[in-house]
């Protein structure tokens, strides 16, 4: 019971974090319609939220795992959505001498 309410506690504290600005970089990449086309999805905006990786402040390698959410009976039952692992990006970005973060590389990782 005090595992659960520790856990709860913390993902919760986790959610309301801002997130670093390499990772708000990495979101408006991956919101870009041309890069929905790529990857064959919508990305679910609270994807980023799940990041991990390491942060400094030259340099970022983030891993993200990507969700969809998904609506099985759009028609029928239109407020049943699930969430649906698809993949996994691996970003490096670096901070350049103007003082803005730059993508340096994004790799999808399609092996759960």
């Known amino acids: 019971g005090v595992l659960i309410a520790t856990g709860?506690?913390?993902?919760?504290w986790e959610l309301r974090t801002e997130p670093p600005v390499p990772c708000k970089v990495l979101a408006k990449h991956l919101q870009d319609p041309a890069m929905h086309g790529q990857l064959g999805f919508e990305v679910a905006p609270w994807s980023l939220r799940l990041w991990h990786g390491q942060v400094d402040e030259h340099f970022a390698r983030l891993t993200v795992p990507l969700?969809?959410?998904?609506?099985?009976?759009?028609?029928?039952v239109p407020w049943l959505r699930f969430a649906r692992r698809r993949c996994s990006v691996h970003a490096a970005l670096a901070m350049t001498p103007t003082g803005t973060w730059e993508l340096l590389?994004?790799?999808?990782?399609?092996?759960?």
């Open 8 to 12: 709860g506690s913390l993902a919760a």
């Open 67 to 76: 969700f969809e959410v998904v609506r099985p009976l759009p028609g029928a």
């Open 105 to 112: 590389s994004l790799l999808e990782d399609g092996g759960l």
